[in-house]
């Protein structure tokens, strides 16, 4: 298991304007830093559907920073998973794919940004 290609897997996390926000992020780090943007909240959750197996992300619609804060709703990501680690990961996992539905933001592997940046210089020249 130390050498499964997704337990060394770091990331990037860029802004809505392309700029980085953070980079060398751990899949917990990067999906916490998308749910966190602007003091929103998040929580996984125990499944509250029919069968009771998984887990769900509540989320806030509006900043703890904003007036308009009404507490945390179910989100439409989840997971089946009954394991709490392996629910976390793919929920995690869901938000850096849809982390636009969050704040705007993108994220990618840092590899992916390092040859992003490596073309975007090279198209430059």
């Known amino acids: 298991m130390i050498n499964h290609p997704n337990r060394s897997q770091t990331y990037t996390v860029l ?19 998308v749910m966190g943007y602007d003091g929103h909240e998040y929580e996984i959750k125990d499944s509250d559907g029919p069968s009771r197996i998984g ?12 007036t308009a804060f009404n507490g945390l709703t179910k989100s439409t990501i989840y997971s089946v998973h009954e394991d709490r680690a392996l629910a976390e990961a793919e929920i995690y996992r869901k938000v850096i794919k849809h ?23 090279s198209e430059a020249e």
């Open 99 to 121: 982390a636009e539905w969050f704040c705007g933001c993108t994220v990618m592997t840092d590899a992916e940004h390092a040859e992003e940046t490596a073309r975007l210089a």
């Open 15 to 33: 802004n809505r304007h392309g700029a980085v926000q953070d980079s060398g992020l751990s899949l917990a780090d990067a999906a916490d830093l």
């Open 55 to 66: 887990f769900d992300l509540w989320t806030s619609n509006f900043s703890r920073n904003s």
